[in-house]
């Protein structure tokens, strides 16, 4: 199978926007439509509405409640048991979205285990780390816990747009950070 490096750039780039979504689910898809509406990035035909201007306000709008949201303590443990089953959709979702040049069964099966699957455990680690953080601190920790979420989100979203083999490796990094933590966390036998 000869992959195009144009094929390659797209899955670093839904790759790095699937792990976005790991930490905000709407942040990485208003990121992706933005770059869309302004032709930064050119998205599968059968997704082209996400660059359209009613996508955009809408995943704008959505991007600043979910932001606030989270800074509301309790709230954001109720937001995390919603989020974790959203984040493997948005993350498959923008993977799909973003793969050039690939045959429908390699793009789904990419999405659905690379997409899904690094938005689903970075989503289930930030889970962890604030239900953790609301019992230790009773909750008075979770808004830095929040702000380092989202601007985690913003930096691999930006970077995922601007220079995607870039946020494949952060996304890696992120990945061995999580791993390492649960590592260290998990009952020993």
Not at 113 to 118: N, S
């Amino acid at each position: 199978m000869n992959i195009e490096p144009n094929t390659i750039i797209s899955i670093f780039l839904g790759i790095g926007l699937a792990a976005s979504v790991g930490f905000r689910v709407f942040l990485p898809l208003f990121a992706l439509s933005l770059a869309a509406y302004l032709d930064v990035w050119e998205l599968n035909a059968s997704w082209q509405w996400i660059g359209s201007l009613a996508a955009l306000i809408t995943l704008g709008v959505a991007t600043l409640v979910e932001i606030f949201a989270y800074f509301i303590p309790w709230v954001d443990n109720a937001l995390d048991s919603l989020a974790v089953p959203l984040a493997g959709i948005a993350g498959t979702a923008v993977m799909v979205s973003t793969v050039a040049n690939l045959d429908p069964m390699t793009t789904w099966t990419l999405a659905i285990i690379a997409g899904g699957g690094t938005a689903t455990a970075i989503k289930g680690a930030n889970a962890a780390g604030r239900m953790t953080s609301t019992a230790t601190t009773g909750g008075v920790a979770n808004p830095i816990v929040s702000t380092v979420e989202t601007g985690a989100a913003v930096a691999v979203s930006t970077a995922s747009i601007l220079a995607p083999p870039i946020a494949a490796i952060l996304v890696i990094i992120i990945l061995v950070i999580i791993f390492r933590i649960y590592r260290r966390i998990r009952p020993k036998k």
